[in-house]
T-cell receptor, first 117, second 113 residues
């Protein structure tokens, strides 16, 4: 079974600075998808970024980018120019590319990000 | 395009009762997945429905069940509620292929007293 680990329960950063959230995962599969979701206090889970394992290029969405290291099974999220609205719980998630596992997300325990003004 | 909607947003029940939660997916999405979120266990997959068929089920007791209707709306039911069932229940919808992304609703907060 696949597992996802986020080793930083909490992190804080000054507004306008850069922060990196860590995520590692364990799988024997070669093809899969990785995601970062954001859950603000409203509890709505919002997709931040998605990475296909077969793509070597790291995904980028505006101020959000990932560092995907397939061999190391590492998938970190970098937030540049942090804004107050970035404060939330961030979840790393894994999904298989085929088979029954493709129907479910496996989540890490989350990292609570605080932005200091 | 409207997002995923869940009703009700909040529920309070007592032990032994049963509860039904509803999820309406994004228009055109045929897959609905359900997740339970608790402080202790985090986010756990309950089940996934596609075209009215359950395709995958997580490791939850039989008290947790679900169904999907022809318009892709889904319901989940929890019978004989226990205190430990208190949680945020999230549903997510997608087109249902192997490549697409799941989009989440706002959740239903269930409190069992």
């Amino acid at each position: 079974a696949q597992t996802v680990t986020q080793s930083q329960p909490e992190m804080s950063v000054q507004e306008a600075e850069t922060v990196t959230l860590s995520c590692t995962y364990d799988t024997s599969e070669s093809d899969y998808y990785l995601f970062w979701y954001k859950q603000p206090p409203s509890r709505q889970m919002i997709l931040v970024i998605r990475q296909e394992a077969y793509k070597q290029q790291n995904a980028t969405e505006n101020r959000f980018s990932v560092n995907f290291q397939k061999a190391a099974k590492s998938f970190s999220l970098k937030i540049s120019d942090s804004q107050l609205g970035d404060a939330a719980m961030y979840f790393c998630a894994y999904r298989s590319a085929f088979g029954q596992g493709a129907q479910k997300l496996v989540f890490g325990q989350g990292t609570r990000l605080t932005i200091n003004p | 395009k409207a997002g995923v909607t869940q009703t009700p947003r909040y529920l309070i029940k007592t032990r032994g009762q049963q509860v039904t939660l509803s999820c309406s997916p994004i228009s055109g999405h045929r897959s609905v997945s359900w997740y339970q979120q608790t402080p202790g266990q985090g986010l756990q997959f309950l089940f996934e429905y596609f075209s009215e068929t359950q395709r995958n089920k997580g490791n939850f007791p039989g008290r947790f069940s679900g169904r999907q209707f022809s318009n892709s709306r889904s319901e989940m039911n929890v019978s004989t509620l226990e205190l430990g069932d208190s949680a945020l229940y999230l549903c997510a919808s997608s087109f249902g292929t192997y490549t697409d992304t799941q989009y989440f609703g706002p959740g239903t907060r269930l409190t069992v007293l």
